[in-house]
Structure formats: structure tokens, C-alpha cells
């Protein structure tokens, strides 16, 4: 049984960062393409940064130079580095796993940016 499950998430100040990570279970983790979707309120969940099994980087343009989405295989986990967050960045975050015809969820982690 695949799982994800998000960590990381919280309350931050317009400007800081936060560091979210996405442990996997159940899978051969390394072979999966990876990625952190969001969801803000009243919004569509959109993609923020994706991440191939071999390690090819993608991000959506509103993320674009200040996030950084990264794996550590060793550790069956993806990363998103999150920088100068907005409040727009405001939103629940969900880790995905992508294998042929196999999508896996987690159940996400909240981000708030707010002063």
C-alpha cells in the first residue's frame, strides 16, 4: 500500500521560508516522477514544481525563482524549498506519485503566509 505523507507545513511571515517534505512508503520510491500540487482557498489545486525520476526540475511560472523542488532517494523523500513566500503562496500543499499509469496522493499539509 502506497503512502505519502506531507510534512512541514505552518505559519510563516511575508518574505521567510519553510522547508516542506514528502515521505514515501510502499513503492520503489526512485522511480517515480514526483511533484507538490496546492490548493489555496477557493481556488483550483494547480501544480507548483514537479520533479522526474530522473531528476529533471519543472515549476510553475508564479514559483519560479523562488521555490526549489528536490529528492533524496536514500531517503524515499521530495523536498520543496520555499523562499520570499507571499501571501498568494497561502494554500494546502500535497505531495504526488506518478508511476505509469498510477497516480499516489497525500492527504497535504497547510502553508500559511500571513503577518
Known amino acids: 500500500q502506497v503512502q505519502l505523507v506531507e510534512s512541514g507545513g505552518g505559519l510563516v511571515q511575508p518574505g521567510g521560508s519553510l522547508r516542506l517534505s514528502c515521505a514515501a512508503s510502499g513503492t520503489i520510491f526512485s522511480l517515480n516522477d514526483m511533484a507538490w500540487y496546492r490548493q489555496g482557498p477557493g481556488k483550483q489545486r494547480e501544480l507548483v514544481a514537479s520533479i522526474t525520476s530522473g531528476g529533471i526540475p519543472n515549476y510553475a511560472d508564479s514559483v519560479k525563482g523562488r521555490f526549489t523542488i528536490s529528492r533524496d532517494n536514500a531517503k524515499n523523500t521530495v523536498y520543496l524549498q520555499m523562499n520570499s513566500l507571499k501571501p498568494e503562496d497561502t494554500a494546502v500543499y500535497y505531495c504526488?506519485?506518478?508511476?505509469?499509469?498510477?497516480?499516489?496522493w497525500g492527504p497535504g499539509t497547510q502553508v500559511t503566509v500571513s503577518s
Open positions: 504526488n506519485g506518478h508511476l505509469y499509469t498510477r497516480d499516489y
